[in-house]
């Protein structure tokens, strides 16, 4: 079992910058791929990025290449999502989620809570 616990959304100015962090529970955690989801209102929840659990192949959705990165640090079961260069469009509440990998929804077991990320135009 994991339980992954998000922080670090707020409101911030389009062009501004936001780190999300994921806190996870559990002595597997460096054995999970872990990744980033949002969901905006009235919208399905959708892949943002994903890193292995080795931490140096990562994935990220077309909308957040070269803006966003996730990384992580297996030594403090926390993984992070750097957000630069953010847009109104990205508004959403974010969800870190573990388990297999990849950029779909049901690769993945286990889901925080979510934190809300508002950008203002």
């Known amino acids: 079992q994991v339980q992954l616990v998000e922080s670090g959304g707020g409101l911030v100015q389009a062009g501004g910058s936001l780190r999300l962090s994921c806190a996870a529970s559990g002595r597997s955690f460096s054995s999970y791929a872990m990744a980033w989801f949002r969901q905006a209102p009235g919208k399905e929840r959708e892949f943002v990025a994903a890193?292995?659990?080795?931490?140096?192949?990562?994935y990220y959705a077309d909308s957040v290449k070269g803006r966003f990165t996730i990384s992580r640090d297996n030594a403090k079961n926390t993984v992070f999502l750097q957000m630069n260069s953010l847009k109104p469009e990205d508004t959403a509440v974010y969800y870190c989620a573990a388990d297999g990998g990849g950029v779909h929804i049901r690769n993945y077991s286990y889901w925080g809570q979510g934190t809300q990320v508002t950008v203002s135009s």
């Open positions: 890193v292995m659990w080795s931490g140096d192949t990562t």
